[in-house]
């Protein structure tokens, strides 16, 4: 784009002037825009160390646990009590902060006791000990390099456990600064947060929502913490402001207040709302791996979700401000693709199903063996399943269920190798996109099975076979070659991390780590916008265990009673996601009658109408263009593409997408306050969403630019929507 006339002198403080911005050279940086108007008083870094301490036996009472270790814990810390497991871990309700009053050994007492509903179910629960605050001190500000049409300014934080070095890449052409973050770390250290504090100089006027909605913080003053997700916010006064978006190198960004939030704050709440991106944060990686079994009803666990660092450990943190007077709106990138408002996902775990069950849940009835004859369920209505399986069976372990009251064995539990009928039926189902992976090699445990080889070359069949990127754990208490257990342990010999990067396996869920997933009764958007949005809902995380590239997805376990007509319209209506893990063909059982599949006169499995009808809304609210109905590989993978996506905005009414990804990303979509866009760059499609959104998609060439134009409502009048 033409650059802007320049001729303000520079300002005495300033260690370079652009024409949309005055940076100083003080540590931290300050930015003033043309108008003269201090927007940004200066970028500190903060952090917290942190230590966990996780059961090692059942409590026997409600003010005093039995830790595997209590170094460094006190009489008289205040410490975080949480039950995380399989989730609803992440809810308020599940979060205890209590005193310390006695250490004896491994042993604490503390005050006040925990509440019943947190003494019910104590696998995984741990104590979690976080120190002060600590602001990273800042050196340096000066000018590394300034060359025709921009500059590079560096400064430095260096505290005792580590030393951040800072750059800031200002361009003359455009309100964006790129801000570089080196750390390396000078001793091992397990840390709470990593965090950026924006010292605004101007009101926070704007939240960018998770769900990619904007809230208006004025209208809608902040009463509570606000967790973003990985989104950000933006801040002005007149026309003189700043913004922040769309932050993958990041944890999470959050706005801290002076109300309720996460019990340990990231920072210590100020006098007004403080904008944050967490590099790090223990909220943003969650992973829990299985120990040891006890005994039939409870297991220890180890809670590894606290970032940690080891001395000559290196990291690199990017993100963007734009900064300048009368910013255009930026585009927010959808979390569904194609021009779809929302997004299903079902997923399914493989236990005590047989044939007859898997064809009534997918071809609507256990008569039904070709998928062109289905009178329903799945196949039916054209819904795609992430559908875990189990590869073999070879020691018959039963489907085990209750029936009248009496237990019961309905044959062995399906498996891929010991049913040719099965592996047709799979072949058909991936045929029409379903994603088949694998839950496990095996239903049981067998202790002589032989380990790396044999597991290699099973999950490798499956596949080579089907394609898929997803694994879904099982039985990660018995199963020693699970993630959530033993899988990704180098020194193990279960471990499978060569077999899953092998096999090009990249898409995890693991029952012990899913606390980003609470139940609310009647809702099935995984986000859960709740109104406040204090809680952290990610829909994907990385954690550094995991081999490069892969994550951890969360999801929910609704009855399908949530599944009515409101809420998957809520579901849309709020841009959500909808990631569903259950048992679809688990035969009809007194203990788990989950209402997919009935028997009819003469004892045939078959779908149930109330299945079959919400198939059919979310059918149509599909066909719509409304509601993506899709699997777990073409949708993190996605997001995954969203992550290369950059955006540049262009005063006064024009930005720049990028994509730095060799892979193009297909349906690319976005959303930004306007009429309508206009681009001669690209083909694409828009639609007028009814908050003021338009509503934009694309296929984004590998390593594409495009360029897009805002046309305001108050220009339109009279001009019939694209």
Not at 451 to 456: E, G, N, R, V
Not at 593 to 598: I, Q
Request: hydrophobic fraction near 35%.
């Amino acid at each position: 784009m033409p650059s802007l006339p320049f001729v303000r002198p520079r300002r005495h403080f300033a260690a370079y002037e652009s024409p949309y911005c005055s940076v100083s050279a003080a540590p931290g940086l300050a930015f003033d825009t043309p108008s003269g108007q201090r927007v940004l008083n200066g970028i500190s870094l903060s952090y917290s160390s942190g230590a966990v301490h996780c059961l090692s036996a059942p409590p026997d009472a409600s003010d005093r646990l039995q830790l595997d270790h209590t170094a460094g814990l006190r009489r008289g810390d205040s410490v975080l009590i949480t039950n995380s497991m399989y989730g609803g871990g992440s809810r308020s309700a599940y979060q205890k902060i209590v005193r310390i009053t006695e250490i004896a050994h491994n042993n604490i007492t503390f005050a006040p006791a925990l509440p019943e509903h947190m003494m019910r179910y104590t696998k995984g629960l741990f104590v979690l000990n976080r120190g002060p605050t600590q602001s990273v001190p800042a050196t340096g500000g000066r000018v590394l390099d300034e060359a025709e049409g921009g500059a590079t300014l560096a400064w430095t934080y260096k505290c005792e456990y580590m030393t951040c070095v800072a750059k800031a890449v200002l361009r003359d052409d455009t309100p964006r600064i790129d801000l570089h973050f080196s750390v390396e770390f000078l001793r091992p250290c397990r840390l709470f947060n990593l965090s950026l504090v924006f010292d605004s100089g101007v009101p926070l006027r704007e939240a960018f929502l998770k769900n990619r909605t904007v809230r208006d913080l004025k209208a809608n003053p902040l009463k509570r913490d606000l967790w973003l997700w990985k989104e950000g916010c933006h801040a002005s006064r007149g026309d003189a402001g700043w913004t922040v978006l769309h932050t993958p190198s990041a944890a999470s960004c959050e706005i801290v207040t002076r109300g309720r939030g996460y019990p340990f704050k990231t920072i210590p709440p100020a006098n007004k709302p403080v904008f944050i991106v967490n590099f790090e944060h223990y909220n943003a990686q969650h992973f829990r791996r299985h120990r040891e079994r006890v005994n039939n009803d409870f297991s220890t666990f180890e809670e590894m979700s606290l970032p940690t660092f080891e001395t000559g450990d290196y990291r690199e943190y990017t993100l963007s401000i734009h900064v300048g007077d009368a910013l255009p709106a930026p585009p927010r990138l959808m979390l569904a693709p194609s021009g779809y408002r929302a997004i299903n996902v079902w997923t399914e775990h493989a236990d005590k199903t047989i044939i007859e069950t898997h064809r009534a849940a997918y071809f609507g009835n256990e008569s039904i063996t070709r998928a062109e004859d289905a009178t329903g369920g799945f196949v039916k209505h054209g819904h795609v399943v992430t559908k875990s399986i189990f590869c073999g069976n070879p020691r018959k372990q039963p489907n085990e269920i209750v029936r009248d009251g009496a237990s019961v064995s309905v044959g062995p539990m399906l498996a891929l190798v010991e049913s040719e009928a099965f592996g047709e039926m799979l072949d058909q189902l991936a045929a029409l996109g379903h994603e088949i992976c694998v839950h496990a090699i095996r239903p049981d445990r067998d202790a002589n099975l032989p380990k790396t080889s044999t597991l290699t070359a099973a999950i490798g069949s499956v596949y080579r076979r089907f394609g898929s990127p997803t694994w879904i754990d099982h039985a990660i208490e018995s199963i020693e070659f699970c993630a959530g257990f033993q899988g990704l342990v180098p020194y193990s010999a279960w471990c499978m991390t060569e077999a899953w990067e092998r096999n090009g396996v990249r898409f995890f869920w693991t029952w012990s780590s899913t606390d980003f997933m609470p139940k609310t009764r009647n809702t099935i958007d995984l986000l859960h916008n709740d109104g406040d949005g204090a809680m952290p809902t990610p829909l994907y995380w990385h954690h550094p265990l995991l081999p490069e590239g892969a994550v951890i997805w969360g999801a929910n376990e609704c009855p399908l009673a949530y599944f009515s007509d409101q809420t998957i319209d809520q579901l849309i209506q709020e841009r959500g996601v909808s990631i569903q893990q259950h048992y679809y063909p688990f035969l009809i059982c007194d203990r788990n009658s989950f209402g997919f599949l009935e028997r009819d006169e003469h004892g045939c499995y078959r779908a149930t109408d109330q299945f079959n009808g919400m198939l059919a809304h979310m059918a149509r609210r599909r066909d719509e263009g409304e509601l993506m109905i899709t699997t777990i590989g073409t949708i993190i993978g996605y997001w995954l593409g969203l992550e290369g996506i950059e955006h540049t905005l262009m005063p006064p009414n024009s930005f720049e997408l990028t994509n730095t990804n060799d892979e193009a990303v297909p349906g690319l979509a976005f959303v930004v306050r306007a009429a309508e866009v206009e681009s001669d760059q690209i083909r694409f499609s828009q639609r007028e969403l009814d908050s003021g959104d338009v509503l934009v998609w694309f296929d984004m060439p590998a390593q594409g630019r495009v360029t897009f134009r805002t046309v305001p409502h108050t220009r339109r009048v009279g001009k019939e929507s694209l």
